[in-house]
């Protein structure tokens, strides 16, 4: 089964203002969009094969409920500086028809999201990003959404993930395996978003806003 990457998020502080380092570089920003009964909401950039997310807990209740506990959102965007991933890799199959998740998972289904609709979140713990199969979505539905960025650039088409500890999973050994990212370890969780194939040999560092840097 092919999988590819529909996009990625990174968990930011409440109303994400890390958003605007982004916009200042030259991306064009989405709408906004909150997610009723998960207590999350994010910032979204798009591009013509996937997102970025900057995800924040806008209600701590509810991302704790009975509902969402075991996506453990929280965990994660509360220990976003500490020990935990403050990434998220979701990925789409590349042929329609494959709605059998690629790695040992379990079935969410979030009430901002219509029947018969489901993702699958994959097994792993919070050391490790979190790993999202969206079985329903198609590449055409980001290609439909994007417009041009002042900046210029339009497609992610590499990540590499630095992380403090090795990365156990049969869900990570899968993102690996499939070409979706490379890892390397390190002190801090970061995560390397190449475009375009690196044309531009050029290297922008958003730290220490964000834990990502662009290849561009």
């Known amino acids: 089964m092919r999988i590819e990457l529909d996009h990625l998020f990174v968990c930011a502080a409440p109303e994400a203002p890390e958003a605007e380092e982004l916009v200042k570089f030259g991306l064009r920003e989405g709408p906004a969009n909150r997610h009723p009964g998960q207590g999350t909401a994010n910032r979204r950039f798009d591009f013509a094969n996937a997102m970025i997310e900057l995800l924040w807990v806008s209600d701590a209740n509810e991302v704790q409920s009975e509902c969402s506990r075991r996506t453990r959102l929280w965990e994660r965007w509360s220990g976003r500086d500490g020990e935990a991933s403050p990434f998220g890799i979701c990925l789409r199959p590349v042929d329609s028809q494959n709605h059998k998740s690629p790695f040992p998972s379990w079935e969410y289904r979030p009430a901002y ?29 980001r290609e439909q959404r994007f417009e041009e960025h002042p900046i210029g650039i339009r497609k992610i088409t590499s990540l590499t993930l630095t992380t403090p500890v090795p990365l156990r999973s049969v869900v990570s050994q899968r993102m690996v395996e499939s070409g979706i990212l490379s890892t390397q370890k390190g002190p801090k969780s970061l995560l390397e978003i190449g475009f375009d194939g690196n044309r531009r040999k050029e290297i922008v560092d958003f730290r220490p806003h964000l834990p990502i840097v662009f290849q561009l």
């Open 113 to 141: 999201l219509p029947d018969p609709l489901v993702m699958l979140i994959g097994e792993a713990g919070v050391e490790e990003p979190m790993w999202i199969y969206l079985n329903f979505m198609q590449r055409i539905d």
